[in-house]
């Protein structure tokens, strides 16, 4: 059974830094394109990095572009969000997401996706 876990959202002030963090079961990391997803309330699903198979090329939303990195640790099999400079605009919850397949897609329209993570910037 394919299943996604994202954990590490939490509460933190404006300026403050939040690593999350994907696991998956069901598959190897390692052998896929992950990616990262937010929903704020009241807003659209919005895609905001990803990181696939082929090289580990990396891509990231203009909103979150020289803040966030996303990056994956193979020997622990796992996918990771940092996120520093966090904004009060970054309150959402986070999801990680994958399709199975090597590639990043620009439309975030992936197939399987965690329960997401809530993170929450505010002083």
């Known amino acids: 059974q394919v299943q996604l876990v994202e954990s590490g959202g939490g509460l933190v002030q404006p300026g403050g830094s939040l690593r999350l963090a994907c696991a998956g079961s069901?598959?190897?990391?390692?052998?896929?394109?992950i990616a990262w997803a937010r929903q704020a309330p009241g807003k659209e699903r919005e895609g905001i990095a990803c990181?696939?198979?082929?090289?580990?090329?990396?891509s990231y939303s203009e909103s979150v572009k020289g803040r966030f990195t996303i990056s994956r640790d193979n020997a622990k099999d796992m996918v990771y969000l940092q996120m520093n400079n966090l904004e009060p605009e970054d309150t959402a919850i986070y999801y990680c997401?994958?399709?199975?397949?090597?590639?990043?897609?620009?439309?975030?329209?992936?197939?399987?996706w965690g329960q997401g993570t809530q993170v929450t910037v505010s002083s």
């Open positions: 997401a994958t399709d199975r397949g090597p590639l990043c897609l620009t439309t975030y329209d992936y197939y399987y």
């Open positions: 990181i696939n198979n082929a090289n580990d090329e990396r």
């Open positions: 069901g598959f190897t990391m390692e052998d896929i394109a």
